[in-house]
């Protein structure tokens, strides 16, 4: 299913002209499949899609970030390991990794610099027991938020609110164990939210024993009825194993008592023997976040300026088959941090937004403990500023027709870090991003949208490294003495909303993105990095509700997604024509019972086949289709105590999600919620 952008500007007039089909609200629409996001405490409104409601996806249960968003339009879930996965295609936006979107919490930006290993979003960090709803914005269409492509994933904790909190325990298949405590509370003007969770699994592949400690403190307070300040820090500590290959001849042998997998690897792979993970290697990473934001309310809108910082740490350790320690080293991980100031008002029936903000990507200094021959130091390589801001307004031209228009410019500029890193080629690009958006009111239950935005991204930490690396490399690659370009294009978006009846709401959503100059990121020996000529990205996304009545809902939601790339070629370390491993079609089928004392979820999953190429190398690998069902059973006890049981892969399926990397087949789950 293709589109031109002629065929979307057809369909798109027509869409707005059909005024005999029953309509919506008398403002754009925003019932359960669409919300208009206030970003951060109301810092900005923005053109919203998706809003995830934790209690309603996924009630008792504290799920993987991941898991929340499995059944939403537009995402698909790949993971290596059932818990503690934060592999950069984790989470695909409209088939856009992690580079290629932002992730808010409480509109704080949560991506990290991505290197020596890392991830660029870590999923783990997210405080799960006090997260309320999860707002996605899909494409490029808030100038509020610059360098993406994908979108913006908002994920909203419960910060203010009365006096109490919960203690959940958890315990099922694989070693898995979740305690959770969460406490709210004010005193006059402080309101504060306390977290404490301890959370793993013995893992389910070899080697894959995953723990981690969450402290967190958040504080509001009330200086004057128009002043707020808030303060937070949230630190997250990981011990995670690296998968081991498992199959018969392996060099670490074979275990039969976990299934046939591929391993992990680790970074950099020089020398080889040092960083292929034997049993009992494992990595650890500290995360600590720093917030601090000062808000002030006028008559009329408000005004805020924040501050974030991210400390992370990041340590290895790998063994010999004898078990001897070969390798142990701390890594250049995360030392970013940001200044920002947005503000919004409201005037004569226009809601203008605007601010800046200035992101300082680094990282810190690495360490041998134990060195294998031949490895050099490990320094920080190069720096990365970025600059950005934004002015956007939303408003009705009369009333039938609402607008949103934003613009915005990113400036990037990048160097080497200090005396002793690499040496590195200097960096300077920038961009200004116009935003459009028009929604139309058929009639009282039907509204049709359109957005036409630019799309920009630059280079990330990684990217730039490994251009700036191989430029002048001995070894020929397709980016070798070629400048990296940022990606730019742009992105067009036509849908309707319609409210059927009292029961059923339905949304149609088409997309298409003309993207010049994509990034191709090979992080694997020789590391190339380059740009394509060009890549599309198109499909289609339907969301139904239907609510049979104040105790059954029904939820279908179906997402068709197409890539296609212009000017490359195998040895890009990927498919020549599309992207690797997007699947084509996803159904996802949630049936939900909500009476006390009782609440049911029953969710069916299904994934279409896919194709990539595997291990890095010319070998087409593909991932059958399959279906998975899920089941979800809570029992109210009292007005303080729940209970919860479920049952995730009910029919056993034998299934993967990457290839080389199988999912865990039935498993088990049992809760006790507690409130205090």
Not at 73 to 94: E, H
Request: with cysteine; aromatic share 12%.
């Amino acid at each position: 299913m293709r589109f031109s952008k002629k065929v979307l500007a057809a369909a798109a007039v027509a869409g707005m002209m059909f005024a005999g089909t029953p309509a919506i609200a008398q403002e754009i629409p925003t019932f359960s499949l669409e919300e208009i996001i206030i970003q951060a405490d109301g810092a900005q409104t923005d053109n919203a899609d998706t809003t995830v409601s934790v209690k309603t996806v996924s009630p008792g249960k504290a799920s993987s970030i991941p898991e929340l968003l499995r059944g939403s339009a537009g995402i698909d879930i790949q993971q290596r390991a059932g818990v503690g996965d934060n592999q950069d295609g984790t989470v695909k936006l409209r088939g856009f990794d992690a580079r290629r979107y932002t992730v808010l919490l409480n509109g704080r930006q949560i991506n990290v610099a991505g290197v020596m290993g890392g991830q660029y979003v870590d999923w783990t960090t997210i405080p799960l027991n006090t997260v309320e709803k999860i707002q996605i914005i899909k494409g490029g269409k808030s100038a509020a938020h610059g360098n993406t492509l994908g979108g913006v994933i908002n994920i909203i904790t419960r910060d203010k609110g009365i006096n109490g909190g919960e203690i959940n325990i958890l315990s099922g298949s694989n070693g898995r164990y979740d305690y959770l405590f969460n406490y709210t509370g004010s005193a006059g003007p402080l309101n504060f939210n306390i977290i404490a969770n301890k959370t793993g699994s013995d893992g389910f592949l070899r080697n894959n024993d995953y723990d981690a400690k969450q402290y967190g403190l958040r504080l509001n307070y009330d200086i004057t009825p128009s002043d707020n300040i808030a303060v937070g820090l949230n630190r997250t500590e990981t011990k995670r194993g690296f998968i081991v290959a498992n199959r018969p001849g392996a060099g670490a042998g074979y275990d039969p008592g976990f299934p046939i997998s591929d391993g992990e690897s680790m970074s950099p792979p020089q020398p080889i023997t040092a960083t292929t993970p034997n049993p009992g290697s494992f990595w650890e990473k500290d995360n600590t976040y720093y917030d601090l934001a000062y808000k002030h309310s006028t008559e009329t809108g408000f005004w805020r300026i924040d501050y974030w910082k991210n400390d992370e740490k990041r340590r290895e350790v790998n063994y010999n088959t004898a078990g001897q320690i070969i390798l142990d080293r701390s890594l250049v991980s995360d030392e970013s941090d940001s200044f920002g100031f947005s503000g919004q008002e409201t005037n004569n029936g226009h809601t203008i937004g605007y601010g800046g903000e200035y992101k300082r990507l680094r990282y810190g200094y690495g360490a041998f403990a134990v060195r294998p021959p031949g490895a050099g130091d490990i320094y920080p390589s190069q720096k990365i500023d970025l600059w950005g801001a934004y002015i956007d307004d939303t408003f009705k031209l009369n009333d039938r027709w609402s607008a949103y228009l934003g613009l915005r410019y990113d400036h990037l500029s990048a160097k080497k870090d200090d005396a002793g890193a690499t040496a590195m080629r200097d960096y300077d690009t920038d961009a200004l991003s116009p935003k459009l958006s028009l929604s139309f009111k058929n009639n009282e239950h039907t509204t049709t949208f359109l957005s036409v935005n630019r799309l920009w991204r630059a280079p990330s930490m990684a990217e730039y490294y490994w251009w700036s690396n191989q430029y002048n490399s001995a070894v020929a690659s397709p980016g070798y003495r070629k400048q990296l370009k940022p990606e730019q294009g742009y992105s067009y978006e036509i849908g309707a909303e319609q409210k059927v009846s009292e029961k059923y709401n339905t949304k149609l959503t088409l997309y298409h993105q003309d993207i010049n100059d994509y990034i191709n990121f090979q992080h694997v020996n020789p590391f190339w990095c380059y740009n394509i000529d060009k890549v599309k990205v198109w499909g289609a996304e339907w969301e139904n509700s239907y609510k049979f009545d104040d105790s059954n809902r029904i939820v279908l939601n179906y997402t068709n997604q197409h890539t296609k790339k212009v000017g490359t070629n195998n040895t890009n370390a990927g498919l020549a024509e599309e992207f690797d491993f997007r699947p084509r079609h996803k159904v996802s089928l949630g049936y939900q019972y909500d009476a006390k004392p009782w609440q049911l979820r029953y969710n069916i999953n299904f994934v279409s086949s896919q194709q990539g190429l595997y291990n890095n190398n010319n070998s087409r690998g593909e991932i059958g289709g399959y279906t998975t069902h899920n089941l979800a059973v809570v029992r109210e006890l009292d007005k303080s105590r729940t209970i919860s049981l479920y049952v995730d892969n009910i029919f056993d399926k034998q299934y993967v999600e990457q290839i080389g990397y199988p999912m865990p087949g039935r498993s088990y789950y049992v809760s006790l919620t507690q409130k205090i």
